[in-house]
C-alpha cells in the first residue's frame, strides 16, 4: 500500500536543561469532527490574522504545555490518518534557553536609524534566498520568529520588517496596538537556521544599545529559533509554510502569495 503521508522524528531534548516545547497543527482542510476531537484532546485554537506571503490556514492549533510524549505523539497522528480531508502538518519542536531571546531599548532622547538604514541593516543579515512552496516529501529542520511589539517599536523597524516580504502574522497582545506582528522563516538545514539567528540577534542587539551609539535600532519584542523534534505531514505535497531550501541557489526567489 502506498504512503501518503510523511513523518520525521529527530533527536530528543529532555535531557538538555531547561527546553522548552511546542507542538503545533496547522491544516489547510481539516473535518469539524476533527477539529472537536483534538481540542478534546487538549490542543487550543490560535488567534491569527493578515496573514502576508502564506495560505491562511482553516485551523490552527496550540497543545499549552506540551512535553515531549512519543504516546500521544502517535496518538494525534492516528486520528489525524483517519480524516480523509486532512490537509496539513503536525509539529513538535524545542526551543532552548539560547534560542530564546528579548530585545528592548531605552527610548530617552536616542534618534531612530533612518527607514532606509534599517532595511539596509536587516537585509544584510536577512536571508540572501528567498523561502518557496514547500517541495513534497521536504520538512523544516528549523524555524525562527521574530516578534515585534508593535505598540513600542519605531516605525523603522516596522515598515523595514514589512518591505523584507517574509511570512508573517498578527497575534492578538494587550498593547495599546491591540497585535503584535510575528514574522517566520522556516529553514531545512538546521545549520543555516543557527547562522542566521545569531546573526540577526548580534546586530539587533548591538544596534539597540544606546550607551554606545546616538543613533539607535529602535526594535522592541523577541526572537526565537524552534528546532523541530518531530513532524507530520499529510498528505506527502500537504501544504506547509514556505521553505528555505538548503539546496536552493542564493538569489531572489518570489514567494508564494
Known sequence: MEKKYL??????????????????LSAYAISPDTIQKLEEFGFVRDEFANNRY???????????????????????????????????GLEEEVTLPHYRQEFTFEPASTKGLSAEH????????????KAVPCPATR??????????????????????FDKLGIVSFDKPDSN????????????????????????????????????KQSFIFGFVGKVKMEITTRVYRKPLEGILLPLIL????????AYRL
Open 54 to 88: 502564506c495560505d491562511t490556514t482553516a485551523y490552527h492549533g496550540s497543545f499549552p504545555g506540551w512535553q515531549a510524549d512519543t504516546k500521544k505523539w502517535e496518538l494525534i497522528i492516528h486520528l489525524l490518518n483517519s480524516d480523509p480531508t486532512f490537509n496539513g
Open 118 to 129: 534599517t532595511l539596509a541593516v536587516l537585509q544584510s543579515v536577512f536571508p540572501k534566498k
Open 246 to 253: 538548503k539546496d536552493e541557489p542564493y538569489h531572489e526567489v
Open 139 to 160: 520538512l523544516k529542520a528549523c524555524d525562527m520568529h521574530i516578534n515585534v511589539n508593535w505598540e513600542y517599536s519605531r516605525d523603522n523597524i516596522k515598515d523595514a
Open 7 to 24: 513523518i520525521m522524528n529527530t533527536k530528543n531534548y529532555t535531557l538538555t536543561p531547561n527546553p522548552k516545547y511546542d507542538l503545533h
Open 176 to 211: 495599546s496596538a491591540g497585535f503584535n506582528r510575528i514574522y517566520t522563516m522556516t529553514f531545512e538545514d538546521l545549520g543555516e537556521g543557527i547562522k542566521h539567528f545569531e546573526a540577526i540577534t548580534t546586530r539587533i542587539r548591538k544596534l539597540n544599545d544606546t550607551n
